[in-house]
């Protein structure tokens, strides 16, 4: 072979080696990326108003003195809001008001329309709630005109009836602006506290705040009319309420939406140490995360004694023969089995064989048969690696085969050895499916810090609950940033695991260089 | 020997006598007078790997407190000669002996015996200087430690006097809790003679621990040998004739697994009685 043709081979063997690298770690950040600037989301955001109110609500966080100031500001803002529901509400009501006179004439009439109409007057009145009177003379109408197409009909029923659609029309709307207030604001001032935590405040973080504030804006729906697929029709909501006093709302709402939410960057640690409100939708997800520790050392605590004394019994103790190479070909299998495999023994044996609460306790020994294979082969291959002349040196100097085990050669094989606990750990903190059947709860109290009380509680656990609150939330689409916060709450995790572990084992080597 | 000591009959650590060495293989023998301390018997002594036979029936008397050096073209069995005194072959499952090897008196194979009590008295210094992975403390540590010496001032003791004999003191004394794998070739084969002289032997067996170093390094090992002749008894394979000649009182030769000639190095060297030596120590073959 020519030099020239040589070089040339060698260069293009190198650039496709920088190239590969470079690619993997293109696609590392293609998927790291959004998933940590989406998780981030969950610690660093516009907090408003209410999200402050709703932390020192529950966790106690916060300055009470200077939160009071800020709620006193934000109530001042958003006064003239409810000011204007309230003029326009009792428009309505006013005019709800004026068609009593015919209504009651037409409750004395001696017949079923006659008994039905005293019967919803009853439920009319300035006490009652004022989309509710709405609600029941609405259900008049359809009976109304039935009722006005006969012989004998008074010739006030059509009168009544057109009286009542022009109240019920805009006042569907309104009742629909309503919500779209009560999402962004919460419960006005004087309203009743509803039981969920989720109806109690208003949004807590500016991005949904402003979708909702969209929302307040335009009325969105699907115009099928045309041909093919539909197309999003956006219409602004003010156009309902033209020259009532609601219209005034939408100008005031876009210049005064800060004020009346006072957005401010907060860094939320609590996401980490806050256990979860109302299923995810608020608080942190210190059950998770404490979860995932308890079952991930758990799993380690089992399985790397196991581990390493099985792999020092095929290293040094196993005579090559038949059975050994049986087990070392079940242990192979046993890292090739499915995860679920493994939850469903657990279940089958630690659980229902050996009656173990579902727990920590159980989960973990699951996880540990998981990763055993691993850690014995890691374990195995580091026993192996080390060279041949420290045994013979330490059984020279007189050192029983166990002494020469403990002293010297587990000692040179820990970096290896760590390794696998290192890759292991990862797994078992990744895992969901064995855990699923033993250890998972979707919403559990936070663990125990003293292992005596957490050992048979089941619990919640980061893998589990990325599924859980994914698949089966009910309101799995608002809490995408909680979702996305515990993915990169794992990955971090798992990171500082490996990170740990590499410092760790780079100076176990460099200590066994010199 | 005089005494009839049974199979088991070895001192634990500490209670022979204190260093250096035992009194009575201390003295400056001469090597006439010295036939009557045979330190290793071997009688009709066969070694087999498998079905394969390394050594065969050799019968040699080695001497205590002097340099018995073994000699021989690669593969004629020296190396798992010297291997089969401390029972080292025993880490390869297919190595049987035939015959009897008799160690202090103490027939090496006999089933009773501890095998760490044998390997304590019988330090050993291999091809390549195989330090642990650990402080240069530690190292000459190891043996006192794992035969129980517990007390640190006693540790302390013991690794100086070590290095002192293996002459490494001077050189490693400030940087005792460095890791030895930092020290050179030399140094750490050093290392690894006083490491072996740290656990009291009677003995040191030497599996070629020149032939991984420089010749700087081998004349200071060879120095060192000189050094601790009369207070241990010494056996070294070695490939290096010269060397050979330089260190040892007697040579044995080894070759195709039976001992061809053993007797005093100079008259092997200037006289040899058998065709095969001197084709061997004149380089006609090997």
């Given at each position: 072979m020519r030099i020239s043709t040589r070089k040339l081979l060698d260069r293009s063997f190198s650039s496709v080696g920088v190239i590969s690298i470079a690619l993997m770690g293109l696609i590392l950040l293609v998927i790291l990326v959004p998933i940590f600037r989406k998780g981030i989301g969950a610690l660093v955001f516009e907090a408003t108003v209410e999200h402050r109110r709703l932390i020192l609500d529950n966790f106690d966080h916060g300055d009470d003195l200077e939160l009071a100031a800020e709620i006193k500001s934000a109530r001042e803002a958003r006064q003239p809001v409810y000011e204007m529901v309230q003029a326009f509400e009792s428009r309505q009501q006013a005019k709800i008001d004026s068609l009593r006179p015919d209504l009651e004439t037409l409750a004395e009439r001696d017949d079923s329309m006659g008994r039905l109409v005293a019967r919803r007057l009853k439920r009319l009145g300035p006490d009652e709630d004022f989309l509710e009177q709405v609600e029941t003379i609405q259900q008049l109408v359809p009976r109304l005109r039935e009722y006005g197409d006969?012989?004998?009909?008074?010739?006030?029923i059509a009168a009544i009836s057109s009286g009542i659609t022009r109240i019920t029309s805009q006042t569907l709307a309104f009742a629909e602006l309503k919500e779209v207030l009560y999402d962004l604001l919460g419960p006005a001032p004087g309203e009743p506290m509803p039981q969920l935590t989720r109806k109690q405040y208003g949004q807590t973080r500016w991005e949904k705040a402003r979708e909702t504030i969209d929302h307040l804006f335009f009325i969105e729906r699907w115009d099928y009319s045309g041909p093919g697929m539909g197309t999003l029709v956006r219409e602004p909501r003010v156009e309902q309420f033209r020259e009532t006093e609601i219209e005034p709302l939408f100008a005031y709402v876009e210049g005064h939406a800060e004020a009346m939410l006072q957005p401010r960057w907060t860094l939320y640690w609590g996401f980490l140490t806050d256990k979860p409100l109302d299923s995810h939708i608020f608080g942190g997800i210190y059950p998770e995360l404490i979860g995932t520790i308890y079952l991930t050392l758990g799993a380690i605590l089992f399985a790397v004694p196991i581990g390493i004394i099985a792999a020092i019994y095929f290293t040094e103790y196993a005579k090559a023969g038949r059975l050994i190479s049986f087990l070392r070909a079940c242990v192979s299998t046993l890292a090739g089995v499915p995860s679920i495999v493994f939850g469903m023994f657990g279940l089958a044996f630690?659980?229902?064989?050996?009656?173990?609460?579902?727990g920590v306790l159980a989960g973990s020994l699951t996880l540990a048969l998981l990763i055993l294979p691993v850690i014995i082969r890691a374990s195995e291959e580091a026993i192996r690696s080390v060279p041949h002349t420290y045994r013979e040196a330490a059984l020279s100097l007189g050192a029983g085969r166990w002494r020469t085990i403990v002293t010297v050669i587990l000692p040179a094989a820990l970096p290896g050895i760590l390794t696998g606990i290192v890759i292991s750990m990862g797994r078992a903190a990744g895992e969901t499916a064995p855990i699923i059947f033993t250890a998972a709860a979707s919403v559990a109290a936070p663990l125990s810090l003293n292992p005596l009380q957490a050992w048979d509680q089941p619990t919640a656990a980061l893998s589990w609950n990325i599924y859980n609150l994914c698949t089966e939330h009910e309101a799995a689409d608002e809490i995408r940033h909680v979702q996305f916060g515990m993915v990169a709450v794992l990955i971090t995790v798992v990171l500082a695991l490996n990170l740990f572990a590499i410092i760790l084992r780079a100076r176990i080597a460099k200590k066994l260089k010199g | 020997m005089n005494a009839t000591p049974t199979p088991l009959d070895f001192r634990p650590f500490g209670e022979s006598t204190p260093r250096p060495g035992n009194p009575v293989k201390s003295i400056h023998v001469d090597p006439k007078g010295a036939q009557d301390s045979v330190y290793v018997r071997a009688t009709d002594f066969s070694i087999f790997y498998g079905r394969a036979e390394a050594v065969c029936k050799v019968n040699i008397d080695i001497y205590a407190g002097l340099v018995t050096a073994i000699i021989g073209?690669?593969?004629?069995?020296k190396s798992t000669f010297l291997r089969s005194i401390n029972r080292?072959?025993?880490?390869?499952?297919s190595c049987k002996t035939s015959g009897q090897l008799l160690f202090d008196g103490v027939d090496v194979y006999d089933r009773r015996l501890d095998v760490t009590v044998l390997r304590k008295k019988a330090g050993m210094v291999f091809q390549k200087p195989n330090p642990f992975p650990k402080s240069i403390f530690d190292n000459i540590a190891y043996g006192p430690r794992l035969h129980g010496v517990k007390s640190q001032a006693q540790l302390a003791e013991i690794v100086e006097q070590s290095l002192l004999q293996a002459a490494l003191w001077d050189e490693v004394k400030d940087r005792l809790s460095a890791n030895a794998l930092g020290l050179s070739g030399g140094q750490q084969q050093r290392l690894c003679i006083a490491r072996a002289l740290a656990v009291n032997p009677d003995i040191l067996l030497m599996d070629e621990p020149t032939s991984a170093l420089d010749p700087n390094a081998t004349s200071r090992i060879e120095e060192l040998i000189s050094e601790l002749r009369g207070k241990y008894t010494i056996i070294i394979v070695t490939h290096n004739m010269q060397q050979a000649a330089r260190v040892s009182d007697y040579t044995a030769f080894l070759y195709e697994g039976a001992l061809i000639e053993y007797g005093e190095t100079r008259q092997i060297f200037t006289?040899?009685?058998?065709k095969h030596t001197e084709d061997y120590i004149t380089g006609r073959f090997g």
């Open positions: 006969g012989d004998d009909a008074p010739k006030e630690f659980l229902n064989v050996w009656q173990l609460p579902k | 073209p690669s593969g004629c069995g080292m072959n025993d880490l390869i499952p006289n040899p009685t058998r």
